[in-house]
T-cell receptor, first 114, second 116 residues
Framework: SAVISQKPSRDICQRGTSLTIQCQVDSQVTMMFWYRQQPGQSLTLIATANQGSEATYESGFVIDKFPISRPNLTFSTLTVSNMSPEDSSIYLC???????????FGPGTRLTVL | KNQVEQSPQSLIILEGKNCTLQCNYTVSPFSNLRWYKQDTGRGPVSLTIMTFSENTKSNGRYTATLDADTKQSSLHITASQLSDSASYICVVRGASSNFGNEKLTFGTGTRLTIIP
């Protein structure tokens, strides 16, 4: 299995500010993924982060709002920019590994925007 | 449109009892189906992964079944424990010629509560 850690685990932020979430994987992975899980909902893919290229964003998510960095094969960051209360959510980092691309998830970052 | 539907939305059972959670999907072409357990405030943790050719897979007290013909899966929990209280999410990976970039489709989960 893969061990994925995230920082911070939770934060409370003011409207209009930005928060950067860090994700560290315990071994090299090609793709890393960022998900959002709104209260009572399932996971929604925000973007796929590949090392050495720009992230690929899903419909409804844009780079200006959710810039992503992927400086190496074990690390990625997601920034939630110009936050509003609608951004209050759990943000999860993920990676896959193995012959069936088993998907592993970080513990999540619980963001509350006031 | 690829969809994964789970039932029931929520379930409350007594400690020690068994229960079965259902998952129906329309994802095609199909690669594999996973069941995850998500404790409150935590990230999902994989319980089982089943490919097209697998009908049953067990992980301790968890047993998953898959009927690829009817596009249905179930997760059976035996002799439930208080620690089983969590959301259980069914996730289907579609098949693609671009290996490694196939999309996951998530169900909305079943919220299971075990009471003493």
């Amino acid at each position: 299995s893969a061990v994925i850690s995230q920082k911070p685990s939770r934060d409370i932020c003011q409207r209009g500010t930005s928060l950067t979430i860090q994700c560290q994987v315990d071994s090299q992975v090609t793709m890393m993924f960022w998900y959002r899980q709104q209260p009572g909902q399932s996971l929604t893919l925000i973007a796929t982060a590949n090392q050495g290229s720009e992230a690929t964003y899903e419909s409804g998510f844009v780079i200006d709002k959710f810039p992503i960095s992927r400086p190496n094969l074990t690390f990625s960051t997601l920034t939630v920019s110009n936050m509003s209360p609608e951004d209050s959510s759990i943000y999860l980092c993920s990676a896959h590994r193995g012959p069936v691309n088993e998907q592993f998830f970080g513990p999540g970052t619980r963001l509350t925007v006031l | 449109k690829n969809q994964v539907e789970q039932s029931p939305q929520s379930l409350i059972i007594l400690e020690g009892k068994n229960c079965t959670l259902q998952c129906n999907y329309t994802v095609s072409p199909f690669s594999n189906l996973r069941w995850y357990k998500q404790d409150t405030g935590r990230g999902p943790v994989s319980l089982t992964i089943m490919t097209f050719s697998e009908n049953t897979k067990s992980n301790g007290r968890y047993t998953a079944t898959l009927d690829a013909d009817t596009k249905q899966s179930s997760l059976h929990i035996t002799a439930s424990q208080l620690s089983d209280s969590a959301s259980y999410i069914c996730v289907v990976r579609g098949a693609s010629s671009n290996f490694g970039n196939e999309k996951l489709t998530f169900g909305t989960g079943t919220r299971l509560t075990i009471i003493p």
